[in-house]
C-alpha cells in the first residue's frame, strides 16, 4: 500500500524503563499497520533497544532509525540532579553516525561520577557527531528552555553552537500537543528556525501505541515517580503520547507541511540498523591458524596428563581418547573456535593456580574431551557416554557456552584477572531487565490507587507463583476460580486488574545478568552501548543476553556456586587436624555414602536436599554412581513421574523393557526409561542412521514442536528406520516414544557434572559429618533457616552442636575434638557454633575479640574480659547477645547477670582502654592494669523458659531446647508428631490426610476470606523449625490468638493437604488444647533431687500451692557411697512445664526426671527412667 507522508521519529520504547509503553516488535508492527515507511526509537540515554527493533522492523518491511535522547548538562550547574539536564534528539545516518552514538550513550553512563545521573556535556560532542543528524526535542530541549526563561540571545548562541557541531544536519523540533508550554515556545522556535534557516521538523513524543492505553500510562508514570493517582501537582501523562496515524498529524500540521515532509527526509538519510556482526574474541596467539595449533598442542599435552592421572594405560585403552580428541579438535578449528576454547582454558588454569575452586563441569560442556583434557571440565567423557555433538554440533554453526562454577566468593577474582589480562575496557557485564511480573504489577498498581495493602497483597497471592512455569494475570483470570470471582464482583479490584494486565511484562529496573560477561577485542563501545551499574565498577552492555552476541560479542558465564565453596571450607578444616583428602581421585564406588543416599539422610548434599529428593532416594536406594546421575535428571516435572518405575525397575520389583531391542545398549544404564538428551540423539542413531549432529537437530525440532519441520523429520526417521529393518508402523511408534522423552531429557553432561559435586559432598557427610556441618554452616552463617536445619539434623545422627563459648568459639564454626566411648569414630568431634553466627554482633567485632584471646590467652573471668577487650569493639547489644547465648558460661555461668551487667562491663572496659591509652597499662595486660571488678546487678533468676527465649534471640532459633520439648512426653502419649517428620512422610499430590502437632504459637495475624469470614493465618514452631498454618474453627481461633500473647505450647489437630508443585503440605487446624491444661489434667512423675535439706522447706511451699493433681512427686537425697535414697511426697498434685520450672530455680534442687505415668493393669506406675541412678531405699 502507498506509505503515509509522515514518519515518527520521537518514539520511547519499554526500554525508557517506566515511561516508554511500547516495545520494539509492537513500534514495528503498529509502523507497519499505520503505513509508516520508517519509525524511529530515542530512548534516553540509551540503545538498549536498537538491536531488537532493527531486527524487528526487518520481519514488518519497515525501515528502523536509530536514535537517541541524549541528556546534556546545562552549563554552570550542579550535576547531582535530573533538573539539570536539557535533551537533544540524535540519529544515526550511516555506520559512523551508529559508532558515534554508541560512544556518546556510554560516554553519559561511564564517564561521570557513579551519584550523578546520566548525561554528557555540550563540549564532549565535538568531533563525535560525524554521521550524526540532531533535533532539538522540542520543549525538553535547551531552545525551548532559554526562550522560557526570556534569554533569547542565549538560545540563538547554542542554536548557533549546534548548528556548528551539526552542520546541516540540525532540525529545529516543533510537537503540537495539549501542552501550553510547546504553544508558548513555538512561535519563538519557529522565528529562530527562519532566521538561522534551519529546518522544521514535526513530532509526536510517544510513549504508548494507542490512545485507550493514556490511562494505564498515567498509573506506570505513578509507578516510576513513587506517587498516587490522586496526588496533585505531579508528572502526568499526556493524552496526545500515542503513536498518532499521518492524517492526525498532517490535520495538526497543515500549515508547516515542510515540517511533516522533513520528517521523510530524515528517514531517507538515515540508512544504517544495529549492525550484526560475527563473533569477536581477543586472540591469545596472533591469529587463527596459531590458535589452531595452540589448541592442538595444549590439548594433546592435557590429554596425556590426563590419562596418565586416571592410571589409563596401553594402546587399545588410550587409542579412543586420542581419536575423539583429534575429531573434536578438527571440528572446533573448522568452526572457528579454537581462541574461544583457549580464552576458557587460560582463566580456568589461572583460577586453579590461585586455589580458587572451580567446579567440574556445567551444562553441555562437559561432554568434550578437549575442554577435559584442557582442565575446563573435570569429568572423563568416554567413562561416562557423554557426547560432544550436544556441546557443538558440527550441523549447526552456534557458538560454545560454557558455564563455569567458581568459589562462591572468590569468582571475581578470575573476573578481575580477565580484566587485567584483555584490559578492563575490553570486558563488560551483560544487562538484565527486570520486568512488570504478574504479582508485583498488581502490588505496585494496588499502591499508586492507594488500595489496601492486606487486600492487593491477598490478591497477589492468588496468582500461582511457579518460577518454572510463570503465571500471567490473564491465565489467572482464565485459571483461578476465585481471582476471577474478585474481578468480577468488585469494580475496585476490575479497574486494578485492568491497569496491571496492560503493564504487565514491561521492564521495571535494569541489572546485571548474574554470571554473563563479554570479552572483545577492542574497547566494547566501539562495539555496543554501555551502561553503568551503580553496584558494580565494571561497565555492562545495553544489549541483553539475547542481542550481545549478534552484535559480536562472545558471552562467559561466570557463575558463583557455593557448594565449591563448601567442599574446600571442609577439607582445609581436615586440613587443621592433619586429614589430607583430595576429593577429585574419589572412588564412585564407597559403600558409606550410598548407605547415606539410601537412608535419605542428605541434608545440605548438593541437589539432594530437597524433602521430595530425600523420599525418593529412601524410595530409590541408589547403588551406583549412574543412578545418582538419573535421579538429578529425572527429578524435575514431567520426568518425575518415571521415578517410580525407574525404583521399580532398579530393585526387580518391574521386569526392564526396551521399545526396541536395538535401543538396549543406550537405555541399560537407566533401566529401559529414556532419561537424557544424548539418549534421543543415539536413539535416532542407532535406529535410523543419523549422524550425531543431525541427531541433535532432531531433538531440537522436537523441543520446538513446528509441524512442518515434524514432518519432515518422521519421514526422514521411517526411512531411515526401514534400513534397520524396522517396520514403517513401528518407526513411527518409536518417533512419538522418542518425541515424548525428547521435551523431558535431561542433559546428561551437566547432570553427571552436578552428580560429581552430590557424590563429593555425601562423601563428606558420610565420613567427616562435622568438618561437612561447620563448613556448611560457614557459608550460611547469617540464614537462621538453614541453621537450624543444620542444627537439628547434626543433633538427630548423633553429632553434638557445641554452644558459643567465648573462650572456644572462632567467628566462624569450626571443629574441635570431644570425649565419645562409642565406637563410631566421627561422633569423637563436634561443631562448635560461631560467635558470628549469633544475631546482632557481625563477623568482624567477633573475629577481633578472638584475636584478642589468641593473644593474650583464655579470658578468666568477667573481670578479665572486660579488661581486655577494647569497649569500641563491643556495644551493649552485643554483649548481651553473647550472654544470652551461653557464651559466658564457662567463667560466668548466671547468664541472666551477665546479660543485666552488660554496661557495666563496657564501663570497666572503657575504663580499662583509658588506663591503657595514658599508658599505665599494656595492650594485651603485660603490665598490670588498674580496674575495677564488674559488679552483676541485682536481676532475676532466667526460668527455663527465660532462658530458651533468650537463646532464641541470640541464635534466631531454640539452640539447647525448644519451648515445646517440655511436653514431649504429653505429646508422644496423644501420637504428636514434629512439623519436619510430617513433611518427611508422602502426603499424595491433591490428597489429605490428618496428624495431631506439638508446637509453640508465635505469632497470629487475622484474615479475612472473599466472603467476609475472619480466619487466623498464624505461625508456629517445634524443634524442626517454623510453619504456617489456617485456622477457620471460632472457638480455636481465639484459643491460639490468646495463646499466641503469651508464646504458649498447644497441641494441634490438623488436616494436610499436599497442592500439585508444592513440596511441604498446607496445614489447616482443626483443634486445638493447651499443654498447660492437659498437663494438670495428666498423671506424672517427678522426682526431684535434693543437695541442700533447706531448700525442701521451698519446694514443699510450692508444692502445697498446687495441691489438687493426680502427679507424683518424689525426692532423691545423696547416701554414702555414691547410693541415694528415693522418698515418696506425696500423689495429689498440679504438676506441669511451669512447676517444673520453678522447682529448678530453687537453689539445692534439681530436676532428675519429669515422666508421664503410664497404665498398668494394676493402675499406674511411672515407666522405666533412663537414669544412672540405683534405687536403694524408699519410704511412703
Not at 1010 to 1022: K, L, N, P, Q, V
Request: proline share 5%; glycine share 8%.
Amino acid at each position: 500500500m502507498p506509505h503515509a507522508g509522515f514518519v515518527p521519529l520521537r518514539i520511547f520504547s519499554s526500554f525508557t524503563m517506566l515511561e516508554g509503553a511500547i516495545e520494539p516488535k509492537k513500534i514495528a508492527k503498529q509502523a507497519r499497520t499505520l503505513g509508516f515507511p520508517a519509525a524511529a526509537i530515542t530512548d534516553r540515554n540509551g540503545l538498549y533497544g536498537s538491536m531488537a527493533f532493527s531486527d524487528a522492523c526487518k520481519g514488518e518491511g519497515v525501515q528502523p532509525i536509530i536514535g537517541a535522547m541524549l541528556g546534556i548538562l546545562r552549563p554552570g550547574r550542579p550535576t547531582n540532579a535530573a533538573a539539570v539536564h536539557d535533551w537533544l534528539a540524535l540519529y544515526a545516518q550511516d555506520e559512523a553516525g551508529y559508532d558515534n552514538l554508541c560512544a556518546l550513550v556510554s560516554m553519559a553512563h561511564l564517564d561521570r561520577p557513579v551519584e550523578e545521573v546520566a548525561h554528557v556535556t555540550l563540549d564532549a560532542l565535538a568531533g563525535r557527531t560525524e554521521g550524526l543528524i540532531a533535533l532539538t526535542a522540542g520543549t525538553e530541549g535547551a531552545l525551548a528552555r532559554l526562550f522560557a526563561e526570556d534569554q533569547p540571545d542565549a538560545a540563538f548562541a547554542y542554536a548557533d553552537r549546534l548548528q556548528t557541531l551539526f552542520p546541516d544536519r540540525l532540525y529545529v523540533e516543533i510537537c503540537r500537543r495539549l501542552d501550553p508550554v510547546e504553544g508558548r515556545a513555538e512561535a519563538e522556535l519557529l522565528e529562530l528556525a527562519y532566521s538561522r534557516d534551519l529546518p522544521l521538523i514535526a513530532t509526536n513524543p510517544t510513549c504508548f501505541a494507542e490512545p485507550h492505553f493514556h490511562e494505564a500510562h498515567d498509573v506506570m508514570l505513578c509507578i516510576a515517580d513513587g506517587a498516587y493517582v490522586e496526588t496533585p501537582d505531579r508528572r502526568t501523562s499526556s493524552p496526545d503520547a500515542w503513536m498518532k496515524p499521518a492524517a492526525e498529524m498532517k490535520r495538526l500540521f497543515e500549515d508547516l507541511p515542510e515540517a511533516l515532509a522533513n520528517t521523510l527526509v530524515v528517514a531517507q538519510r538515515c540508512a544504517v540498523a544495529a549492525p550484526k556482526r560475527k563473533p569477536i574474541l581477543p586472540s591469545l596467539a596472533g591469529d587463527i591458524e596459531g590458535e589452531a595449533q595452540m589448541l592442538r598442542e595444549q590439548a594433546t599435552a592435557g590429554l596425556e596428563w590426563r590419562l596418565e592421572k586416571a592410571g589409563i594405560e596401553g594402546d587399545e585403552a588410550r587409542q579412543p581418547y586420542f581419536d575423539r580428541l583429534k575429531f573434536e579438535t578438527d571440528i572446533i578449528i573448522q568452526m572457528g573456535f579454537p581462541g574461544y576454547f583457549l580464552i576458557v582454558a587460560d582463566f580456568i588454569k589461572w583460577a586453579k593456580e590461585q586455589d580458587i575452586p572451580v567446579g567440574p563441569g556445567r551444562g553441555s560442556g562437559a561432554g568434550s574431551v578437549v575442554a577435559w583434557a584442557l582442565t575446563i571440565t573435570d569429568l572423563d567423557p568416554l567413562q561416562l557416554g557423554l557426547l560432544f555433538e550436544r556441546f557443538l554440533n558440527p550441523e549447526r554453526v552456534s557458538m560454545p557456552d560454557f558455564d563455569i562454577d567458581f568459589c562462591e566468593t572468590r569468582r571475581g577474582e578470575v573476573i578481575r584477572y580477565v580484566q587485567q589480562k584483555y584490559g578492563s575496557d575490553h570486558v563488560a557485564q551483560i544487562i538484565t531487565f527486570g520486568k512488570l511480573k504478574a504479582r508485583a504489577v498488581l502490588k505496585d498498581t494496588g499502591r499508586v490507587l492507594q488500595m489496601s495493602y492486606g487486600h492487593v497483597d491477598r490478591l497477589a497471592k492468588l496468582v500461582p507463583n511457579h518460577p518454572t512455569d510463570p503465571w500471567t494475570l490473564e491465565r489467572s483470570l482464565n485459571g483461578v476460580a476465585e481471582f476471577k470471582a474478585e474481578y468480577d464482583n468488585d469494580n475496585q479490584v476490575k479497574r486494578l486488574i485492568d491497569y496491571a494486565m496492560k503493564l504487565e511484562g514491561f521492564p521495571r529496573h535494569s541489572s546485571t545478568h548474574a554470571a554473563g560477561v563479554v570479552i572483545g577485542d577492542r574497547p566494547l563501545s566501539q562495539l555496543v552501548p554501555l551502561y553503568r551499574d551503580p553496584r558494580s565498577d565494571m561497565p555492562v552492555t545495553q544489549f541483553d543476553m539475547k542481542y550481545v552476541e549478534g552484535a559480536g560479542l562472545v558471552k562467559f558465564d561466570f557463575l558463583g556456586l557455593k557448594t565449591l565453596s563448601v567442599l574446600q571450607k571442609a577439607v582445609q578444616l581436615l586440613a587443621g587436624r592433619g586429614v589430607e583428602i583430595d576429593l577429585s581421585i574419589l572412588s564412585w564406588d564407597d559403600p558409606a555414602v550410598y548407605d547415606l543416599l539410601q537412608r535419605g539422610d542428605t541434608v545440605g548434599v548438593f541437589q539432594l536436599e530437597s524433602e521430595g529428593m530425600r523420599k525418593t532416594l529412601a524410595a530409590v536406594r541408589p547403588t551406583n554412581f549412574g543412578d545418582i546421575i538419573a535421579l538429578v535428571s529425572l527429578y524435575r516435572p514431567g520426568p518425575m513421574d518415571n521415578i517410580p518405575m525407574f525404583g521399580r525397575r532398579k530393585n526387580g520389583q518391574e521386569d526392564i523393557e526396551y521399545p526396541h531391542i536395538l535401543l538396549k545398549p543406550i537405555l541399560e544404564e537407566t533401566y529401559g526409561i529414556f532419561v537424557y538428551q544424548e539418549q534421543v540423539m543415539q536413539a535416532a542413531q542407532i535406529l535410523a542412521g543419523y549422524s550425531l549432529g543431525d541427531a541433535d537437530l532432531l531433538r531440537r525440532a522436537m523441543g520446538k514442536k513446528i509441524k512442518a519441520e515434524m514432518d519432515a523429520q518422521r519421514a526422514r526417521f521411517v526411512e531411515g528406520c526401514a534400513g534397520s529393518d524396522i517396520p514403517a508402523a513401528k518407526a513411527n511408534e518409536l518417533f512419538d516414544l522418542i518425541d515424548k522423552f525428547a521435551g523431558y531429557g535431561f542433559n546428561k553432561s551437566h547432570a553427571a557434572a552436578y552428580a560429581l559435586l552430590a557424590y563429593q559432598t555425601a562423601w563428606l557427610k558420610a565420613h567427616y559429618p562435622a568438618e561437612f556441618y561447620a563448613a556448611s554452616m560457614a557459608f550460611d552463617i547469617h540464614l537462621t533457616d538453614k541453621l537450624t536445619i543444620f542444627v537439628d539434623d547434626m543433633r538427630r545422627m548423633g553429632l553434638s552442636c557445641l554452644a558459643p563459648d567465648i573462650n572456644r568459639s572462632l567467628a566462624d564454626f569450626s571443629v574441635e575434638p570431644i570425649q565419645h566411648e562409642g565406637e563410631d569414630a566421627r561422633l569423637g568431634f563436634a561443631v562448635r557454633y560461631a560467635l558470628g553466627g549469633l544475631k546482632g554482633v557481625g563477623e568482624k567485632a567477633m573475629e577481633q575479640l578472638v584475636a584478642e584471646r589468641d593473644a593474650g590467652g583464655s579470658f578468666k573471668s568477667l573481670d578479665d574480659f572486660a579488661d581486655r577487650i577494647e569497649p569500641r569493639l563491643l556495644n551493649r547489644r552485643q554483649l548481651e547477645s553473647l550472654a544470652a547465648s551461653g557464651a559466658f558460661d564457662e567463667i560466668h555461668p548466671d547468664r541472666a547477670g551477665v546479660h543485666a551487667a552488660a554496661d557495666t562491663i563496657l564501663s570497666v572496659a572503657a575504663s580499662a582502654a583509658e588506663a591503657r591509652e595514658s599508658g599505665q597499662g599494656g595492650l594485651f595486660g603485660d603490665v598490670e592494669t588498674p580496674h575495677a571488678d564488674v559488679r552483676i546487678p541485682p536481676h532475676q533468676t532466667w526460668s527455663t523458659a527465660d532462658r530458651m527465649a533468650q537463646e532464641k534471640e541470640a541464635f534466631g532459633f531454640y539452640f539447647s531446647a525448644h519451648p515445646v520439648d517440655r511436653y514431649r512426653h504429653l505429646a508422644e502419649a496423644r501420637g504428636a508428631r514434629s512439623y519436619g517428620a510430617i513433611c518427611a512422610e508422602q502426603v499424595a499430590e491433591g490428597g489429605r490426610a490428618n496428624a495431631v502437632m506439638a508446637a509453640m504459637v508465635e505469632e497470629v495475624r487475622w484474615r479475612e476470606t472473599r466472603r467476609g469470614a475472619r480466619y487466623a493465618a498464624a505461625t508456629f514452631s517445634d524443634s524442626s523449625g517454623q510453619f504456617q498454618a489456617s485456622c477457620f474453627d471460632e472457638d480455636a481461633c481465639k484459643a491460639i490468638d490468646a495463646m499466641a500473647r503469651d508464646g504458649d505450647c498447644a497441641l494441634l489437630m490438623v488436616e494436610l493437604d499436599r497442592m500439585p508443585g508444592e513440596e511441604t503440605p498446607r496445614v489447616t487446624i482443626r483443634g486445638v488444647e493447651q499443654f498447660n491444661q492437659l498437663a494438670s489434667a495428666s498423671r506424672m512423675e517427678l522426682v526431684v533431687d535434693v543437695q541442700d535439706a533447706s531448700a525442701v522447706n521451698a519446694l514443699a511451699e510450692l508444692l502445697l500451692r498446687n495441691r489438687g493433681g493426680r502427679s507424683e512427686v518424689f525426692l532423691r537425697t545423696p547416701l554414702a557411697g555414691g547410693k541415694a535414697a528415693r522418698m515418696f511426697v506425696g500423689d495429689d498434685f498440679l504438676i506441669g512445664a511451669d512447676q517444673v520450672d520453678a522447682i529448678a530455680l530453687i537453689p539445692g534442687l534439681s530436676i532428675q526426671s519429669f515422666e508421664r505415668m503410664e497404665p498398668k493393669a494394676d493402675g499406674y506406675r511411672a515407666r522405666t527412667r533412663r537414669s544412672g541412678f540405683r534405687l536403694v531405699a524408699a519410704t511412703a
